[in-house]
């Protein structure tokens, strides 16, 4: 099976001052896609810059012409079905048809209160979300929805004319849990995942792969429940996440041996973050690009 390999762009540079470099250099090394992530602020880079990620991907579809663009991830927490699907519709015109939506049920972060509501519990983040994708899913696929639910209606609302790619742009569900596979299972042309977090301190790589192991298998589960060929789906791996950190970064020979065992697991694409220095995601620029330039040959 082959290997796609792509990255993820945090979004805290100015576009003129290196942010639109470092998209058109992910193009130009051969990336099968690049993506952002979709919050208001994340993590330790709260204090400092962090642009949108819809104007920064219909910045990047203007200024690459190949590459594959998208959200890892999109939630509920502070975005709307309809008002998400109007950008959601422009940036795949923009880039014509380019645009892959990365979903998920968001959790307890900065995104969660920014707007002024009490975080969600496990369970109103789950129903919240099933929502959100069955609306969002009609919304990209039709011209004009109406509908009544418990978190998110529609009245009239129009799409016209509609995604480039058709039916509708492909949804990556990110997802462990069972509902959430089962979303995946019926709307997502791709399942994500960041591995099994419990492991993310104290596990071991061979945990991780056993951990991924079962999820991939509940995923093909939640797949033949909906009468759907698990094969159907890409399966993604959002990497710097699982116990292995950042070490498949570590050279060209870590990621190949990596990347070859999460591809023998099932995985079709493997996602690298592109290097953030004094971060958490801080690497060896120079291996980074020999990793992305080097690797997909290594690995057939």
Same mark, same amino acid.
């Given at each position: 099976?082959?290997?796609?390999?792509?990255?993820?762009?945090?979004?805290?540079?100015?576009?003129?001052?290196?942010?639109?470099?470092?998209?058109?250099?992910?193009?130009?090394?051969?990336?099968?896609?690049?993506?952002?992530?979709?919050?208001?602020?994340?993590?330790?880079?709260?204090?400092?810059?962090?642009?949108?990620?819809?104007?920064?991907?219909?910045?990047?579809?203007?200024?690459?012409?190949?590459?594959?663009?998208?959200?890892?991830?999109?939630?509920?927490?502070?975005?709307? !079905?309809?008002?998400?699907?109007?950008?959601?519709?422009?940036?795949?015109?923009?880039?014509?048809?380019?645009?892959?939506?990365?979903?998920?049920?968001?959790?307890?972060?900065?995104?969660?209160?920014?707007?002024?509501?009490? !975080?969600?519990?496990?369970?109103?983040?789950?129903?919240?979300?099933?929502?959100?994708?069955?609306?969002?899913?009609?919304?990209?696929?039709?011209?004009?929805?109406?509908?009544?639910?418990?978190?998110?209606?529609?009245?009239?609302?129009?799409?016209?004319?509609?995604?480039?790619?058709?039916? &509708?742009?492909?949804?990556?569900?990110?997802?462990?849990?069972?509902?959430?596979?089962?979303?995946?299972?019926?709307?997502?042309?791709?399942?994500?995942?960041?591995?099994?977090?419990?492991?993310?301190?104290?596990?071991? !790589?061979?945990?991780?792969?056993?951990?991924?192991?079962?999820?991939?298998? &509940?995923?093909?589960?939640?797949?033949?429940?909906?009468?759907?060929?698990?094969?159907?789906?890409?399966?993604?791996?959002?990497?710097?996440?699982?116990?292995?950190?950042?070490?498949?970064?570590?050279?060209?020979?870590?990621?190949?041996?990596?990347?070859?065992?999460?591809?023998?697991?099932?995985?079709?694409?493997?996602?690298?973050?592109?290097?953030? !220095?004094?971060?958490?995601?801080?690497?060896?620029?120079?291996?980074?690009?020999?990793?992305?330039?080097?690797?997909?040959?290594?690995?057939?």
């Amino acid at each position: 099976m082959s290997l796609r390999l792509s990255t993820v762009i945090l979004p805290v540079d100015r576009w003129n001052e290196g942010g639109r470099a470092k998209w058109q250099r992910a193009e130009d090394l051969g990336f099968h896609a690049a993506y952002t992530y979709d919050h208001l602020s994340w993590r330790t880079f709260r204090d400092g810059p962090w642009f949108g990620a819809v104007p920064t991907l219909t910045a990047a579809a203007a200024t690459t012409s190949r590459l594959r663009l998208g959200t890892l991830v999109t939630s509920p927490n502070f975005r709307h !079905p309809v008002t998400l699907a109007k950008d959601l519709i422009s940036l795949d015109d923009v880039s014509d048809g380019r645009i892959t939506l990365g979903i998920g049920a968001g959790g307890i972060g900065f995104d969660a209160t920014a707007l002024g509501q009490e !975080p969600w519990t496990p369970r109103e983040r789950a129903d919240r979300f099933a929502e959100f994708v069955a609306l969002l899913d009609r919304l990209l696929s039709e011209d004009a929805v109406t509908e009544e639910g418990r978190f998110y209606s529609a009245v009239e609302a129009r799409n016209i004319p509609g995604c480039v790619q058709r039916p &509708r742009l492909p949804f990556a569900v990110a997802a462990t849990g069972p509902r959430g596979l089962r979303l995946a299972a019926r709307y997502g042309q791709a399942w994500v995942t960041t591995g099994d977090p419990k492991l993310y301190e104290n596990g071991t !790589p061979e945990q991780s792969v056993e951990a991924l192991r079962g999820q991939l298998a &509940r995923l093909g589960e939640a797949c033949a429940e909906a009468g759907r060929d698990v094969a159907e789906l890409d399966k993604i791996l959002l990497t710097g996440f699982t116990p292995d950190r950042s070490g498949p970064l570590q050279s060209l020979d870590a990621f190949v041996d990596f990347a070859g065992r999460h591809r023998e697991l099932g995985f079709s694409e493997i996602v690298v973050h592109w290097p953030v !220095p004094d971060s958490d995601f801080a690497a060896d620029q120079k291996v980074f690009e020999r990793i992305a330039m080097e690797a997909a040959a290594q690995l057939g």
